[in-house]
């Protein structure tokens, strides 16, 4: 029954393939309420569903989101036009908006920063306000950087979309930030409380809320769930009725899984295909770069999720860039453009298909990486 009622949804809402994240459970519970209630509330569009594959990790959790991104492309559509219409649209209903929530935000981390080891209840408190808030405002720039990757770039001025990319670029930085503190607020709680902290990041935002109006207490079988979810989980989350839900059941997860990530792995995938950012070709070595292990290498291709501001001392490095997400706003396009390196971006799969020490060649005006020589495993 569980297995149907999960591919029934993402049969239902379209549900694909969309990103990969360093993200709790916690976060995207409160991500799935930016996404939906709160952006629906502003600006009449929402996902209206999502199917996360996530997994607890020492110092990372690490989950796949499955979302509908053609039909928040077309509800996105919505915005532009008001754009294109009314002149100050984006300045006054998206800029403003978003920029005074951005600043309260982080104002918010200072006093969370101050107060994490102390008083760990008082910041999770802070969080479950502030968290669903920083997404919303994050989830608004994603609809145009989704938007961008399937849609002509010329509907918009290139001035007002550089303006939407920088502006993207600056929120998309308080993320990790946020998802540190909050790593660091839980532990604390639980070394205060006597348990595993990092259990509290495996509670949905409204499990949270709940938790600490009552007194910051777990009863056993709280306890147990949250274990299981620690192995892995499938959360899912549906705007209509506000409902969201966590399965443990490990061989649902790992058939979720097989069918909709792990469809590659048996193939003998030679041409990997993307979206142009930056034209040229490039010949090297791939550095896949998914779990963030730094290793000296030299002349490499860099193969990633995505990038984001810390890692430019790579990109300088790198010979070409290739993402499995983006789009002309996100990070590795931008500065790629500004540093004139081949890139190549939302290739899905990129991470999956190719291994560090694999020789390949990166060709930026046709959108293409060819596999040259596979690396010894």
């Known amino acids: 029954m569980v297995i149907s009622f999960i591919k029934n949804t993402i049969k239902k809402y379209g549900l694909h393939l969309a990103s990969k994240r360093y993200l709790s459970l916690f976060t995207i519970s409160c991500v799935a309420v930016g996404y939906n209630k709160l952006l629906r509330r502003s600006f009449g569009i929402s996902y209206k569903a999502m199917v996360i594959i996530g997994k607890v990790g020492k110092n990372k959790d690490y989950l796949t989101t499955l979302f509908n991104e053609s039909y928040i492309t077309s509800q996105t559509e919505k915005i532009i036009r008001k ?4 002149k100050n649209y984006y300045d006054k209903k998206i800029f403003l908006p978003m920029n005074k929530i951005y600043y309260e935000i982080e104002n918010d981390l200072k006093i969370i920063e101050k107060n994490t080891i102390k008083n760990p209840e008082y910041c999770l408190k802070i969080i479950t306000k502030i968290c669903p ?40 930085r308080i993320y990790p930030k946020l998802e540190e503190l909050i790593r660091l607020s839980t532990r604390a709680m639980g070394k205060k409380m006597g348990f595993d902290g990092d259990l509290l990041r495996c509670l949905t935002l409204r499990e949270m809320e709940d938790y600490l109006l009552n007194g910051c207490k777990l009863s056993k079988i ?24 966590v399965f443990t059941n490990e061989n649902m997860i790992k058939d979720t899984q097989n069918d909709l990530i792990n469809t590659d792995k048996n193939k003998e995938i030679k041409l990997i295909k993307g979206h142009i950012a930056y034209r040229g070709v490039a010949m090297g070595i791939v550095y896949n770069y ?4 730094h290793k000296k290498m030299r002349k490499f291709v860099l193969v990633s999720v995505m990038t984001r501001p810390d890692d430019i001392h790579l990109i300088r490095k790198s010979l070409a860039i290739v993402t499995d ?3 002309i706003l996100s990070h590795a ?9 081949p890139c190549i971006i939302g290739t899905k799969n990129a991470t999956s298909i190719l291994r560090d020490g694999d020789l390949v060649e990166v060709d930026a005006n046709k959108g293409i990486v060819k596999i040259l020589k596979r690396a010894e495993k």
């Open 133 to 172: 808030q920083n997404y919303f405002i994050l989830g608004v720039y994603n609809c145009f950087w989704r938007y961008f990757k399937e849609k002509d770039a010329k509907d918009l001025p290139k001035s007002l979309i550089k303006k939407i990319g920088s502006d993207r670029d600056r929120i998309s």
């Open 333 to 341: 396009a931008i500065v790629a453009r500004e540093l004139r390196k």
């Open 222 to 245: 709280q306890f147990k769930e949250l274990k299981k979810r620690k192995r892995g989980y499938l959360y899912c989350f549906i705007e209509r009725g506000n409902k969201e839900y």
């Open 290 to 293: 998914t779990f963030r292990n």
């Open 325 to 327: 997400e983006g789009s």
């Open 83 to 86: 754009i294109k219409t009314h």
